[in-house]
């Protein structure tokens, strides 16, 4: 599994290289629709758009499989367990010092998909708001 996703990343990085391949949106791209507080953007609803995409669709079958698999590894491992700690680090916090007010900054990759570090507070029954930029707090 090692070997084919350092495979296909070089090969995604060639073909990004070469012009064959297109990032489907840009940095700015996030930064603009993270600004206005467009977190239902079609941009921050891809599962795996914090890790590379292996799945192919002119994949063998063999090879199709082995994506698969190290597609959810990547979304369960690196994105949810880690939404998840962090939203309980918050709650954990909020909880223990209820008379203190916070302040807590995410990077744009932990509102993007399921199972967002907002998903996880809210689950839990907090009421999050986005605050757009330029806003006072």
């Known amino acids: 599994q090692v070997v084919f996703a350092l495979n296909q990343t070089l090969l995604q990085q060639e073909s990004l290289r070469a012009g064959s391949f297109q990032i489907p949106y840009t940095t700015e791209d996030l ?3 993270y600004n206005c507080g467009d977190l239902s953007s079609i941009i921050f609803n891809h599962d795996t758009s914090q890790v590379p995409n292996f799945i192919n669709a002119t994949l063998p079958a063999h090879e199709l499989i082995t994506a698969q698999e190290i597609d959810s590894y990547f979304r369960q491992e690196l994105i949810y367990k880690r939404n998840e700690r962090m939203g309980r ?3 954990d ?5 209820p008379d203190k007010s916070f302040f807590f900054a995410f990077g744009a990759g932990h509102f993007m998909g399921n199972n967002t570090v907002i998903d996880v507070l809210r689950r839990e029954g907090y009421e999050v708001e986005h605050t757009p930029a330029g806003q006072a707090i």
Request: proline share 0%; no cysteine.
């Open 31 to 33: 930064i603009k629709h």
């Open 89 to 91: 680090r918050v709650k």
């Open 93 to 97: 916090l909020l909880e223990e010092h």
